[in-house]
């Protein structure tokens, strides 16, 4: 019985494989020197995100993400910037990857801010960035975030039926992503080191490590992926930061530096 449902999990997740990733990886004519970078504001539309202290996570992600794109734009050679969106627009996971894949990206990273429960007494002294890679979720804290970041899909019509039965609330569901591929992990865990390292020594962030986590929107994705969390929306000091001008340009400057380490790994 165990193995009939070890051989029914390895076919459904070798038909999702097939599902969300793309068909044909080289049929746009894409320049062979070129890096395409793919930015992705999480949240937007009817998707708040979390909204703590005045401030919305979509707006916080969005203008982050744009000025990011203008010192890559302004910096990098032979580098092309892909926004999954660039205005207060809702897409869903699936439409964020397949962006991405349809671009044949290179690199694939979420910019999201982080939160905890309100029953959580630390809430409001809470702080710090956090870059995440897909992997497996043994520690509970990682499990909580990529499930609030994966409930988006509960606002889609028959999530259900869309995501072959994923269920975002159930950990159960993620057990998808421990058996995924593992192809671009370490250049994914490479990136988010870079990332993480300069969001502290550039942004001033507190340091809370590189972690693994079931993110739908990395899974999905067929290239090296981060997820992104600034800081922390429920901490007043970290929002203050955040929605400034100085903080979201000290933000994009370290994300920055991370993807030039990137691109100049693979020139």
Avoid at 71 to 90: H, N, P, S
Avoid at 110 to 126: F, G, L
Wanted: proline fraction near 2%; charged fraction near 30%; aromatic fraction near 6%.
């Amino acid at each position: 019985m165990k193995i009939r449902r070890f051989l029914s999990l390895g076919i459904l997740t070798s038909c999702l494989l097939m599902s969300f990733l793309p068909a044909d990886a080289n049929g746009k004519g894409k320049s062979k020197d070129q890096i395409t970078i793919v930015l992705d504001p999480g949240h937007g539309g009817k998707d708040f995100g979390a909204v703590e202290n005045g401030a919305k996570e979509k707006e916080i992600n969005l203008a982050v993400a744009k000025k990011l794109r203008s010192l890559i734009e302004k910096k990098l050679k032979d580098v092309k910037v892909v926004m999954t969106r660039t205005t207060d627009v809702y897409l869903t996971l699936q439409e964020r990857a397949d962006v991405a894949n349809d671009a044949e990206g290179d690199l694939f990273m979420s910019i999201h801010v982080n939160s905890v429960d309100k029953k959580n007494t630390k809430r409001k002294s809470v702080r710090g960035s956090t870059v995440y890679v897909l992997g497996l979720h043994r520690d509970q804290d990682n499990m909580k975030v990529a499930m609030r970041e994966n409930s988006v899909i509960e606002l889609e019509d028959d999530y259900k039926e869309k995501y072959s039965g994923f269920d975002p609330s159930k950990d159960e569901s993620y057990i998808i992503f421990e058996m995924a591929q593992k192809r671009n992990l370490g250049e994914s865990i490479r990136v988010a080191g870079d990332a993480q390292s300069e969001m502290v020594r550039v942004a001033g962030r507190a340091d809370r490590g590189v972690r693994q986590a079931g993110f739908w929107v990395l899974w999905a994705t067929s290239m090296p992926a981060v997820l992104v969390e600034l800081d922390f929306i429920c901490n007043p000091q970290s929002v203050s930061y955040m929605t400034s001008s100085e903080g979201e340009d000290q933000l994009a400057e370290s994300l920055f530096n991370a993807i030039k380490k990137f691109v100049e790994r693979r020139n």
